[in-house]
């Protein structure tokens, strides 16, 4: 490259595109600095709906790979469930589908749930174990703790009875 065609490109007058794409990449770096679990498309989400700025995902994704900015909610699957075409022990169908209950303490369901939220970029987790009542569809009890583990199970249980 000729000097002359280098100081040229370095006093040019910046084009209106680039002014356009450093504004875009200034609210990108906001979005991604307030919730770094957010990958692109939630990103062009935001910048629409409370930016007023409406713009293209791959635009959006180019930006995010020049300023190297990835989401952290990507993680690798440990594969904490069985496969179902190999299951170790299948349980007995007691309710067979039928998911009404004619008296209160009838029919109960329980289930655990694992909940992920961020300290900063730091994913932390937590667990919701709930007994349900299917006569008329209410929590009996629930405990939220930080491990998955039997005792979780069997407090909520203790607590509904």
């Given at each position: 490259?000729?000097?002359?065609?280098?100081?040229?490109?370095?006093?040019?007058?910046?084009?209106?595109?680039?002014?356009?794409?450093?504004r875009i990449a200034d609210e990108i770096e906001k979005i991604h600095t307030e919730s770094p679990?957010?990958?692109?498309?939630?990103?062009?989400?935001?910048?629409?709906?409370?930016?007023?700025?409406?713009?293209?995902?791959?635009?959006?994704?180019?930006?995010?790979?020049?300023?190297?900015?990835?989401?952290?909610?990507?993680?690798?699957?440990?594969?904490?469930?069985?496969?179902?075409?190999?299951?170790?022990?299948?349980?007995?169908?007691?309710?067979?589908?039928?998911?009404?209950?004619?008296?209160?303490?009838?029919?109960?369901?329980?289930?655990?749930?694992e909940f992920h939220y961020y300290i900063g970029i730091v994913k932390q987790k937590v667990y919701?174990?709930?007994?349900?009542?299917?006569?008329?569809?209410?929590?009996?009890?629930?405990?939220?703790?930080?491990?998955?583990?039997?005792?979780?199970?069997?407090?909520?249980?203790?607590?509904?009875?």
């Amino acid at each position: 490259m000729s000097r002359a065609a280098y100081y040229k490109w370095l006093h040019r007058e910046i084009p209106e595109n680039e002014h356009k794409n450093r504004r875009i990449a200034d609210e990108i770096e906001k979005i991604h600095t307030e919730s770094p679990e957010k990958g692109y498309r939630r990103i062009r989400d935001d910048l629409e709906r409370y930016h007023g700025i409406t713009v293209n995902d791959k635009c959006v994704l180019r930006i995010c790979r020049k300023l190297h900015m990835k989401s952290t909610i990507k993680y690798s699957n440990h594969g904490c469930t069985r496969q179902a075409a190999n299951p170790q022990y299948i349980a007995e169908n007691i309710l067979n589908r039928e998911f009404t209950a004619a008296a209160p303490n009838e029919k109960w369901l329980t289930d655990v749930t694992e909940f992920h939220y961020y300290i900063g970029i730091v994913k932390q987790k937590v667990y919701l174990s709930a007994i349900l009542d299917l006569y008329d569809r209410r929590i009996v009890s629930y405990i939220i703790r930080a491990h998955n583990n039997n005792v979780l199970v069997f407090d909520t249980v203790d607590e509904a009875i």
